[in-house]
C-alpha cells in the first residue's frame, strides 16, 4: 500500500470518527443545531475535526468534575455531620444523623461515578437537561444541590441558643452552602472586574473621602454615647466573653444577632471604647458612597454616579448615621449594592450580577428591619419589569432562580430560626407599627377615619424627604435633604414620573416608595432612624435631576458643555459643603446646648470620669426618680469593672450598705439634700461639683479616701 493510500486511510478514518462523535454529540445535546454543529446535505460536517476533538475534551472532563465535586461534598458533609453529631444531646441527633448518610451516599455517588461508564445515562441525560436550562454544566447542577444539604446542616450545628454546639461547622457549612449556590451558577468571565479597574479605583476613592468625615473625631461627634449604641456594645462583648457565639439568632432589641460581631471586632481591636462601636459603622457610610457611585452609574451615566457620590458623601444626614454606633447605615449600603447589581443583571443579563445581588440580598437581613423590605422591593420590581419586557424576563428566568437560589440559601438559617420563633421576627415592626393601638387612639381623639389618619401618615412621610423636620434618633430640625438638595430631588423625581415605563425609573420610584410605605406605618414618623437606606436613593435622583438639567442644556449649547459640567458639579459640591458645615458647626454645636443637662449626658460625664477609677471602685448613685445609676448603658459599657448601688434615702432601714473599699456617691441636684447625711457616716471625703459644658450642675460627687475606710 503506497503512501498516498495510507493519508487516504487516515483521512477517512478521522473524517468517520468525527461524524461519529458528532452524532453522540447530538444525542447529548438536542440543540445542537443551534450551537452551529448542523450538518451539511451531503452528510459532512461544517465543525473542524479540532473543534470536534476539543469538545470531547470538555465533555470527557465532566464525569471527572462531577466525579470531584461529589466526593468533595460527600466528604465534606460527612465530617461536619459527624463532628456536630457528636457535640449536640442524643435526643437531637436525628437531623445530623440524615446528613451524615447523605454524606457518605454522595460520596460513594462520586466514587461509582469516576468509574468508567459509571454514571448511568439517565442521570446524565437528566443533569444535561438541567444544566441545558440552567446554562451550567452539569457539575455546577451538582453544586447547587449540594448547597441545600450544607445550609440546612448549618442550622442543626448551631442550634437555637444563645451558644453553638458546633461553632466550626455551622461556619463552615454555612459559608461552603453560600459558596457552593455561586460557584453553581457563576458564568466565568461574565464579571470582569479586571477590567473596571478605573471605575472601581474612583469608588474606591470616594469612599476613602467620605470616611475622613464619617470615621474621624468618632468619640466627640456625636457628643456622647446614646445607651442604645451602648446596648449594642454590651451584646457584642458578650461574643469576647463566649456567652454568646450564635450569629443565627436575635439579640439585643430582637436584632440579628450576626451585626454584633461587627462591634464585638471593633471592642477587640480598640477596646471598649466609643470609637469601636463607631468605626464600623464610618465604614459602612463610606463604602455607601462608593457604592452609588457605582450604581449610579450603571443605572445613568458616569456624570450621574459622580454626581450622587458628591451629594451623599456631605449628606448631614448621611453623615450622622455613619457616625454612630447602631446597625442602620448598613441597611443602606445594602440595598446600593444589590440594586445597583440587580439593574446591571437585568440591563446586562449578567447572570453574575444577578447572583451577586441575591447574596446581597441575604446578607441585608441580618442587620436592620427596613431590609426585610429590600427583597420585596427587588420581587416586586420584576413582577414589574417582566410585564413590560416579557422576552427578557424569559430570558433571564434561570439567572433569576439562581438568585433567589443565593438569597435563599444566605438567609435561611436566621429563617428557621424566624420560623421557630415568630414572635422574635415581628418584634421590631410591633413596637413601632400604626396598625393596632395607636390607630385605634388616634381613630378616637381626632373622630377621623383609619384611612385618613394613614394617608395623612404616608403624607408625613414623604415629607421628612424634603420640607419636615426629621424626628426621633436625629433632630436636626431640617428634613432629610436641605433647600438645594430637595430641589434637585423634585426635578428629578418629575423626569422619572413621565418616564415611568423605562425601568431604571421604576426601579428608584419603587425603593422611594418602599419607604414612604415604612415611615407612613410606623409612628414619630417621620422618625429619622428608618429613613437610612432612602437616603442614597433620595440623593441619587436628585443628582438625575442635576445630570439631566445639564444634558439638556448642552444640546441647547453644545460649545458651553465644559462650563456647564463644571457649573453641575460646582452646585453638587456647593450642596454637599454646605451640608458639611450644618452639620459639624451647626447641629453639632446645637446639640451641646440641647443635651447639655440630659441624663444621657450625666451618663457619659460619669463614664468618663469613672475610666480611670480602680475596679475596687463602688458607686453610690442618688438619681432616683429622674434616673438609675444603669438605666443609660453607657456607664456598663464604658466602664464595666465598677459595681453601683443605687439609693432613693439615704438613713432608711431598707437602704443598700456600701461594701466597696473607694467608695463615690453621686448625687443628682434633686438628690442634693442627701449629701449632708452621707457626710455625716462618711466624714473626711472631697465634695465637687460636677458642671456640663454651659456650666450648669450635672452633679455632685463626693469621693471617700481609701486611708478613711
Not at 27 to 51: H, L, Q
Not at 113 to 121: L, Q
Not at 413 to 424: C, D, K, N, R, T
Request: charged share 15%; with cysteine.
Amino acid at each position: 500500500m503506497g503512501s498516498e493510500q495510507v493519508s487516504s486511510l487516515l483521512a477517512r478514518l478521522k473524517k468517520n470518527r468525527a461524524l461519529a462523535r458528532l452524532g453522540w454529540l447530538r444525542r447529548r445535546r438536542p440543540d445542537a443545531a443551534k450551537t452551529g454543529m448542523a450538518e451539511s446535505a451531503t452528510g459532512e460536517t461544517k465543525e473542524s475535526v479540532s473543534e470536534v476533538m476539543e469538545d470531547r475534551i470538555e465533555s470527557t472532563g465532566e464525569p471527572t468534575a462531577a466525579a470531584l465535586i461529589l466526593m468533595l461534598g460527600g466528604a465534606s458533609l460527612t465530617f461536619l455531620s459527624q463532628q456536630t453529631e457528636q457535640k449536640i444531646p442524643i435526643g437531637n441527633r436525628a437531623g445530623a444523623s440524615a446528613f451524615l448518610a447523605l454524606g457518605i451516599v454522595l460520596f460513594l455517588l462520586g466514587v461509582l461515578t469516576a468509574r468508567p461508564g459509571g454514571s448511568p445515562r439517565w442521570r446524565s441525560a437528566f443533569l444535561e437537561k438541567l444544566a441545558g436550562w440552567l446554562k451550567v454544566h452539569p457539575w455546577q447542577v451538582i453544586a447547587l444541590g449540594l448547597s441545600l444539604p450544607f445550609v440546612l446542616l448549618a442550622h442543626s450545628a448551631a442550634g437555637e441558643g444563645p451558644v453553638m454546639p458546633n461553632p466550626f461547622g455551622a461556619w463552615a457549612a454555612w459559608l461552603a452552602a453560600i459558596a457552593l449556590a455561586v460557584i453553581g451558577g457563576w458564568q466565568p468571565g461574565a464579571l470582569n472586574l479586571r477590567s473596571r479597574g478605573q471605575m472601581l479605583a474612583v469608588a474606591l476613592g470616594l469612599a476613602a473621602l467620605a470616611f475622613c468625615l464619617r470615621g474621624i473625631a468618632t468619640s466627640g461627634v456625636p457628643i456622647m454615647l446614646t445607651g442604645d449604641e451602648a446596648s449594642a456594645g454590651l451584646f457584642g462583648a458578650r461574643y469576647l466573653d463566649g456567652s454568646v457565639n450564635n450569629p443565627f439568632i436575635v439579640g439585643w432589641y430582637s436584632f440579628p444577632s450576626l451585626y454584633f460581631l461587627l462591634p464585638a471586632s471593633g471592642i477587640a481591636l480598640l477596646g471598649r471604647t466609643t470609637e469601636a462601636l463607631r468605626i464600623p459603622s464610618a465604614l459602612a457610610g463610606a463604602l455607601t458612597v462608593g457604592g452609588i457611585y457605582l450604581a449610579g452609574r450603571a443605572l445613568f451615566s458616569r456624570r450621574v454616579g459622580l454626581l450622587a457620590a458628591i451629594l451623599l458623601l456631605g449628606s448631614h444626614y448621611h453623615i450622622h448615621f455613619s457616625r454612630i454606633g447602631l446597625n442602620n447605615v448598613w441597611d443602606g449600603l445594602f440595598y446600593v449594592l444589590t440594586l445597583g447589581a440587580l439593574w446591571h443583571g437585568w440591563e446586562r443579563e449578567n447572570r453574575n450580577a444577578l447572583i451577586l445581588a441575591g447574596v446581597g440580598m441575604g446578607l441585608a437581613q441580618y442587620f436592620y428591619p427596613s431590609s426585610r423590605m429590600l427583597v420585596a422591593l427587588v420581587f416586586a420590581w420584576l413582577l414589574a419589569s417582566a410585564l413590560f419586557d416579557r422576552q427578557r424576563f424569559r430570558r433571564l428566568l434561570p439567572s433569576l432562580l439562581l438568585m433567589t437560589l443565593a438569597m435563599t440559601v444566605v438567609i435561611l438559617p436566621l429563617g428557621w430560626y424566624y420560623i421557630e420563633h415568630p414572635a422574635e421576627y415581628l418584634a421590631p415592626m410591633n413596637r413601632v407599627s400604626v396598625l393596632g393601638p395607636w390607630l385605634d387612639y388616634s381613630m378616637q381623639i381626632t373622630g377621623r377615619p383609619a384611612w385618613r389618619i394613614l394617608l395623612h401618615q404616608f403624607w408625613l412621610a414623604m415629607g421628612g424627604f424634603t420640607f419636615l423636620p426629621l424626628e426621633s434618633w436625629y433632630r436636626p430640625f431640617v428634613p432629610l435633604m436641605r433647600p438645594l438638595a430637595a430641589t434637585l430631588f423634585l426635578l428629578g423625581l418629575v423626569l422619572l414620573l413621565v418616564r415611568l415605563r423605562e425601568g431604571r425609573a421604576r426601579l428608584l420610584l419603587f425603593w422611594l416608595a418602599v419607604f414612604v410605605l415604612i415611615g407612613g406605618l410606623s409612628e414619630s414618623t417621620p422618625a429619622s432612624q428608618r429613613y437610612v437606606a432612602a437616603a442614597p436613593v433620595c440623593l441619587l435622583i436628585a443628582a438625575y435631576g442635576l445630570g439631566e438639567t445639564a444634558s439638556v442644556a448642552e444640546r441647547i449649547r453644545p460649545r458651553a458643555a465644559v462650563r456647564i459640567s463644571l457649573i453641575v458639579f460646582a452646585v453638587a459640591g456647593a450642596s454637599a459643603v454646605s451640608d458639611i458645615n450644618f452639620y459639624f458647626n451647626g447641629y453639632t454645636v446645637s446639640t451641646v446646648t440641647e443635651m447639655d443637662q440630659s441624663n444621657t449626658m450625666v451618663a457619659q460625664h460619669l463614664a468618663d470620669y469613672l475610666r480611670d477609677k480602680p475596679a475596687s471602685t463602688q458607686v453610690v448613685f442618688f438619681g432616683q426618680p429622674r434616673m438609675g445609676y444603669s438605666s443609660i448603658p453607657s456607664t456598663q459599657y464604658l466602664v464595666p469593672d465598677i459595681t453601683a448601688i443605687d439609693v432613693t434615702s439615704w438613713g432608711a432601714t431598707d437602704h443598700p450598705i456600701p461594701s466597696g473599699e473607694n467608695l463615690v456617691f453621686i448625687f443628682l441636684p434633686s438628690n442634693a439634700s442627701q449629701i449632708r447625711l452621707v457626710q455625716a457616716d462618711y466624714p473626711g471625703g472631697i465634695l465637687r461639683t460636677e458642671r456640663s459644658g454651659l456650666g450648669k450642675t450635672l452633679y455632685y460627687l463626693y469621693e471617700y479616701p481609701d486611708e478613711q475606710q
